[in-house]
């Protein structure tokens, strides 16, 4: 049998820039799903307000610009959608310090997409000045439509950076070295999303903002145990994979250093998720599962199994549909 013939460099380019350009929509349709409105609280754990009506902790490793003294009534809209962020900024930080579940999920999505633009935007110039600057003159028909559809997603691109330039023009880095706090604070008031990034990252998420607010490390301590338990109270199968994954042996990051390595935890959890696999998971999870029990006695196996079913119940849909391989607990806007 012959070996077929490998692709010209040319068309070695255009495949690379396609996969760029799928890529590149996907995000941007991911970004502005990001932005919508969020769901009702789905009755997780909110951290009880002190007495000056902020929740406790809420802004103890927030720069000291982003601790704005005032917030305006929780009923009152948010400012319009496009409003510049340093325009913004205040109102939504004081009303998600006072409790405003919306303002927070809001603040830190957006905080996000212009921390994700500074760095975004050298590395999508160059292929761009590649793509325009291809000669069109020798391609064949099936490669100028391909070359047509990289321009079409390359003008979405130019569309969506165009935006997020508007939203964070003069953003300065105090607003966005808040982003971790940010994100633990709409963490603590509920927002789903925002609870797995935190949980999964912590604020390694922001690693800049970890240098000048080590005490940030001391406040993910305080909070983790309380968004794990609010996390599964409410039936996200996100912190569930998180927990096997933390728990095993020899893990790293962050959580895994909270709870500590624990066999039977790992194993549990584990169970638990692969009782709510898509059958396209289970060979895997459960080849997973053997290995993990071989460390365990019988006895501890027989228990955990009857935890993981037991528990089984709280919990709706498929485990692994939000959880692919590889998946990112930050995934809400890049990464």
Partial sequence: ???????????????????????????????????????????????????????AQATSSLPAAAKPALAPGRDAPLPPR??????????LQARANAGDRSAAMRLYREVNRCRQL?????????????????????MTPEQLRTYQALLDAMELRQKSVSDDQSLCDGAGDEMLGSLVANIAQAARLGDADARACYLGRGPLYDTRSLIDHPESLQAYRDDARSMIDAGLASGDWR??????QAYEPGAQGLLAGLVGADPVQHYRYLKLYRLGA???????????????????????????????????RNFQGPSTAGTPQGWDPCGFGGS
């Fill in 278 to 312: 898509e059958p396209h998971r289970i060979a895997q999870l459960d080849r997973q599962l053997a290995s993990a029990a071989a460390a365990l006695t019988p006895a501890q196996v027989a228990e955990a199994d009857e935890w993981a079913q037991s528990n089984l």
């Fill in 118 to 138: 500074r760095g975004s935007q050298w590395r999508n110039s160059g292929a761009s000045d590649e793509l325009t600057a291809r000669k069109t003159e020798d």
């Fill in 239 to 244: 912190i569930v994979d998180l927990l096997q």
């Fill in 82 to 91: 496009g409003t510049p962020l340093k325009d913004a900024f205040a109102e």
């Fill in 1 to 55: 049998m012959s070996t077929p013939p490998s692709r010209p460099p040319f068309m070695k380019r255009i495949l690379w820039l396609l996969a760029f350009a799928v890529a590149v929509v996907a995000a941007v349709h991911f970004v502005r799903r990001a932005d919508a409105p969020p769901p009702a609280p789905s009755g997780a754990a909110v951290r009880p307000a002190g007495p000056d009506g902020v929740p």
